[in-house]
């Protein structure tokens, strides 16, 4: 197998290219990152859905119809029905909204808190930078899964509980990544230039520094919304998230779902097929993203 | 190196401070009395004296401060006290559930690097093929399936197909490596597969950056078999990152290992945890916490010094 090298390269700059059309982004997008389009779609059937959900389906996702417990996969009920009847399909449509949720709340607040400290931590350095750094260790150190634990007992089990207990982890390994691009920005002549014709501290952070590492965080907001969903449907698996009778698919899979497989394996398969898919989708549209903004990773 | 090394130590102190005095905050915040749940009432008839003298027999009645001092002098002496529900030292009861959980993570980052760093070559050595877009797929899809569901959807068909059920005691493998092997080989392919993975999608993206340097090209030139070239030249090179990721994930792993416990029944070290913290088991709770941060902090010390080892460019200050 060998590979051959032409010997010529010849390529227009990135300045001298044509600036293309949002429309013209998209076909370029969808031709040169299939994968990366596939999932964007997953993603936008899901907003679709989560947003007409009410108007998708007739069934009621928390009132049940003990007439129809454990009822198989049919035209009237696509996915069956769980123990209490209610309609498998419209639970994981109404599901689909929590996730969303989940994700996209804590996913922002996480990377946004933790892109802020990581800012905040660079420019101003000395002490502070000494002190927050310290504090990310900690976090960093801390098992999740007993801060999860910790806030679902003070706040309780309910979604925006679960919301906090998600991004709070996120806060320290952005704040990382974002501190270290910061870091190398701050020494850029550009940020002397405007430091030199007097700009104020908040100016030069607010208009210099953070619209140069937007790269970094829209990538790790990106990469983080699958795995918030994923972490919400492992919280609420193991019953430190929602609580019954939210239907949130993690919830859907956690103690009955196993114990009635043998009967009603759909009950189990679902679900999880549902969390799979959003985040498979979120994170093929995410890796696509990355690929199209980091240039070391483009096609020389 | 040496100072390098002397600076790192003396930063592990105030991280696990930090998260001694964390995790001992936020069992006090956390409502619950663990004298009520021992006593066994729902806090409606338990007489007021029996409750106080339960709190002078577990040292609850003491100030927060001094409480906390007598833990940490404690964990200084290697003494992390005894269990307020089972009245077991917590060092006995950790005992019995950490090599479990350590087996564990251990042959599951080994499933993952075994599966991950040939993948991961494969797909950048052949990136935008049909090879690089399976591997892809793969790995993406392991990052994607929840690994309780494949827990769940593995024990299904176990049982279902094969009449097969989870063994409720945990046997160490020096006792009966068939019998550990049986019940350790799903929990670690389904942990192993979801950390494969991870690692799968960094040596695919190290590797490809690599495979576009210069001397890459001069390795080409120099008609280097593609093989050698891959494996020699690139991986070596590519490896700090993953190195990283591996150990990372591992250390995560150590405290992370809750769910699949909770799938596969097992008595490790998650379930531990998260059962002490129901019984507001403040001992337990607190060294389960120290120790897993312990294993973190420790773990990501020596990646950082495997550093040097795989590039000899690196220097420690």
């Known amino acids: 197998m060998s590979v051959q090298y032409p010997l010529v390269q010849v390529r227009v700059s990135e300045p001298l290219a044509p600036r293309l059309t949002f429309a013209e982004e998209v076909v370029k997008f969808v031709r040169t990152k299939p994968l990366g389009a596939a999932g964007a779609l997953v993603v936008l059937a899901m907003l679709f859905v989560a947003v007409f959900v009410e108007a998708l389906t007739r069934y009621d996702p928390y009132q049940g119809d003990y007439a129809l417990q454990f009822a198989r996969p049919s035209a009237e009920h696509w996915f069956g029905t769980d123990e209490f009847g209610r309609d498998l399909l419209t639970r994981i449509m109404y ?57 679902a007992s003070i706040l309780g089990p309910a979604v925006q509980n679960v919301v906090v207990a998600i991004a709070i982890p996120v806060i320290p390994r952005v704040a990382r990544v974002v501190r270290a691009t910061a870091l190398s920005v701050k020494e850029h002549q550009y940020v002397e230039a405007v430091q030199a014709l007097g700009a104020s501290r908040p100016r030069v952070v607010l208009r210099h520094i953070i619209p140069n590492i937007m790269a970094p965080y829209l990538i790790m907001l990106t990469a983080q919304l699958g795995a918030a969903i994923l972490a919400e449907a492992a919280l609420s698996y193991l019953g430190l998230g929602t609580a019954e009778p939210t239907p949130s698919w993690g919830l859907m899979l956690s103690g009955s779902a196993a114990s009635y497989a043998e009967k009603a394996p759909w009950i189990a398969l679902f679900p999880g097929i549902a969390i799979s898919l959003a985040v498979f989708g979120f994170n093929l549209f995410g890796d696509s993203l990355r690929d199209a903004l980091d240039p070391k990773l483009r096609r020389g | 190196m040496r100072t390098y090394l002397a600076k790192r130590l003396l930063l592990i102190v105030p991280t696990l401070l930090g998260v001694a005095s964390l995790v001992f905050l936020i069992m006090r915040v956390i409502p619950g009395d663990v004298a009520l749940l021992i006593l066994g009432g729902d806090g409606g008839n338990i007489d007021q004296a029996q409750l106080v003298a339960m709190h002078r027999e577990l040292g609850l009645d003491q100030p927060l401060l001094v409480q906390f001092g007598t833990w940490l002098w404690g964990v200084l002496r290697f003494d992390f006290g005894t269990s307020l529900w089972t009245g077991q030292p917590v060092v006995e009861e950790l005992l019995i559930r950490l090599p479990l959980s350590l087996e564990l993570a251990f042959l599951a980052t080994g499933v993952s690097v075994l599966i991950a760093i040939p993948l991961g070559m494969l797909a950048a050595a052949r990136q935008d093929t049909w090879v690089d877009y399976v591997v892809r797929v793969i790995s993406i899809g392991g990052l994607a399936i929840p690994s309780f569901w494949v827990g769940i959807l593995v024990i299904l068909l176990l049982v279902i197909y094969f009449g097969w059920g989870p063994p409720l005691e945990f046997t160490p493998p020096w006792v009966d490596p068939w019998a550990n092997f049986q019940q350790m080989v799903w929990p670690v392919l389904t942990v192993g597969y979801r950390y494969a993975a991870v690692t799968t999608r960094m040596t695919r993206s190290t590797v490809l950056e690599v495979l576009r340097e210069d001397y890459i090209r001069t390795a080409w030139a120099k008609g280097l078999a593609e093989r050698v070239i891959v494996i020699r030249h690139a991986l070596k090179n590519a490896m700090l990152p993953v190195i990283t990721l591996i150990g990372t994930e591992f250390a995560f792993l150590i405290g992370g290992l809750v769910v699949t416990e909770t799938v596969f029944t097992l008595n490790g070290v998650g379930r531990f945890v998260v059962d002490a913290v129901a019984h507001r088991d403040y001992p337990v709770v607190q060294a389960l916490v120290f120790v897993i941060a312990f294993g973190f902090v420790i773990v990501n010390l020596l990646i950082d010094l495997t550093y040097a080892w795989f590039d000899p460019r690196i220097r420690y200050r």
């Open chain 1, 95 to 151: 599901g689909a909204r929590i996730a969303l949720f989940v994700g996209f709340t804590a996913s922002f607040a996480g990377c946004t808190l933790g892109a802020l400290l990581g800012v905040l931590s660079a420019y101003w350095g000395g002490t502070l930078d000494l002190l927050l750094e310290r504090l990310m260790d900690v976090l960093l150190a801390f098992p999740q899964l007993i801060l999860a634990l910790a806030i």
